[in-house]
């Protein structure tokens, strides 16, 4: 079974930038498009970007410009690279295998006014 482990997360004010990581093993990591959501309090798990095989990128209106989504093949991971983070960006944050159905344990960020 595929597993995924979220790492990164942490508090920090708005303005300053944080860098989560997602590691996934029993996966040819390669093949597969991954993709990075939240999860706010109150609220439904949503879309942030996605990184396919060929390192595409797409991104969610509300993140484009400040995030950047990245994958390491050989250590079977997917970066999120997140500036100028906002209050608004509190969340739990998960990575994804787009194909499967798999969730991580998630990642806490919080960003102070």
């Known amino acids: 079974q595929v597993q995924l482990v979220e790492s990164g997360g942490g508090l920090v004010q708005a303005g300053e930038s944080l860098r989560l990581s997602c590691t996934a093993s029993?996966?040819?990591?390669?093949?597969?498009?991954m993709a990075w959501y939240r999860q706010a309090p109150g609220n439904q798990r949503e879309w942030v970007a996605t990184i396919d095989p060929s390192r595409l990128t797409t991104y969610a209106d509300s993140v484009g410009g400040r995030f950047a989504i990245s994958r390491d093949n050989a250590k079977s991971t997917v970066y999120l690279k997140m500036n100028n983070l906002k209050p608004e960006d509190t969340a739990v944050y998960y990575c994804?295998?787009?194909?499967?159905?798999?969730w991580g344990q998630g990642t806490q960020v919080t960003v102070s006014s």
């Open positions: 029993r996966i040819l990591f390669s093949a597969f498009s």
């Open positions: 994804k295998v787009v194909k499967l159905s798999t």
